[in-house]
C-alpha cells in the first residue's frame, strides 16, 4: 500500500508489555509476631488500668449524685465501704464555726500555756508575749476588715450565720475578757515569778548611776541615729505611723 505524498504513513503505538502475576502468597500481609512484654511493663499497664477504673468508678458516682433528684443528699463513707445517706436537713444549723471566734479560742490556748504553772517560768513569759503579739495582729487585720465591710453596708453574713455586727459584738466581748485574763495572769504571777528568779522590769529611776550611763550610750549610738523626726502642724499633713511601731509625741 502507498502512501498520497506530502502525508506521512501512521505509526502504530507500541503497547507496555503486560508484568506478570504476583504470587498469592506475596499479596497476603506479613504478620509480625508478638513481643513479649517485660515483667515491669506488665506491672505498670495492669497499674494504669486500675487507675483507671477507678477515676471511672468515681465519675460514675458523681453523675449518679448530680443526675439524683433535687434532694440534697450527704454520702458518709464508713469503714465498712457502705455508704450512709443523711438529708441535709437533718444537720444541725449551729454545725459552722465562727472563723473570728475559732482564732480567739486558739488564742486562748496560747494563754492558757502561759497561765499553767506546771510550765517553766521563762516558757510562760514567752507564751504571754506571744498571745500578746497574735491578739495586736488578729485586731490590726481581721478586725479592721470586719469593720470596713461593715462600713461599706454590705449584708454579708458568716457561714455561720452572723453578720457584721454580731461578729465585731461577740469579738469585744470575747476580746475584753481575755485581756483581763492576759493582764492578772502577768501582774499576779509572771512578774512575781521572775523577780524571785532575780528578773526586774524596772524604771528610769530606779537604775543606778552606772546603768543610767550604759543606757545613755546605748540611746546615743542605737536608737538616736535612726529616729525620723516628722512635724505635724496645720501646714504639714498627719504622717503615716507603721504598726507595732514605737513612736513618741512631743510638744515643742
Not at 543606778?208 to 529616729?227: A, I, N, T, W
Amino acid at each position: 500500500m502507498t502512501a498520497s505524498r506530502g502525508r506521512p504513513a501512521p505509526t502504530r503505538r507500541r503497547q507496555p508489555p503486560t508484568p506478570p502475576p504476583v504470587p498469592e502468597e506475596a499479596q497476603r500481609p506479613k504478620r509480625r509476631r508478638p513481643t513479649k512484654a517485660a515483667p515491669a511493663q506488665v506491672e505498670a499497664a495492669a497499674e494504669v488500668e486500675a487507675e483507671a477504673a477507678e477515676v471511672e468508678e468515681a465519675e460514675n458516682v458523681v453523675t449518679a449524685r448530680v443526675e439524683a433528684p433535687p434532694e440534697i443528699v450527704v454520702a458518709v463513707e464508713t469503714a465498712s465501704g457502705v455508704e450512709a445517706e443523711a438529708d441535709a436537713d437533718d444537720l444541725p444549723e449551729d454545725r459552722f464555726l465562727n472563723r473570728e471566734l475559732s482564732w480567739l479560742d486558739f488564742n486562748a490556748r496560747v494563754l492558757t500555756l502561759a497561765e499553767d504553772p506546771d510550765t517553766p517560768l521563762l516558757e510562760r513569759a514567752k507564751f504571754i508575749a506571744i498571745f500578746a503579739s497574735n491578739l495586736d495582729e488578729f485586731y490590726m487585720v481581721r478586725v479592721a476588715g470586719l469593720k470596713r465591710r461593715l462600713q461599706t453596708g454590705l449584708p454579708i453574713r458568716s457561714p455561720d450565720g452572723l453578720s457584721t455586727r454580731e461578729q465585731l459584738e461577740l469579738i469585744a466581748e470575747h476580746g475584753a475578757d481575755l485581756v483581763g485574763r492576759h493582764a492578772l495572769s502577768f501582774i499576779h504571777d509572771i512578774e512575781p515569778a521572775l523577780a524571785a528568779a532575780d528578773i526586774y522590769i524596772v524604771r528610769w529611776a530606779e537604775l543606778d548611776p552606772g546603768e543610767r550611763d550604759r543606757m545613755r550610750d546605748y540611746f546615743r549610738d542605737q536608737v538616736f541615729p535612726v529616729l525620723t523626726p516628722l512635724a505635724v502642724d496645720p501646714a504639714h499633713p498627719f504622717p503615716y505611723i507603721s504598726g507595732l511601731s514605737l513612736n513618741l509625741a512631743v510638744v515643742v
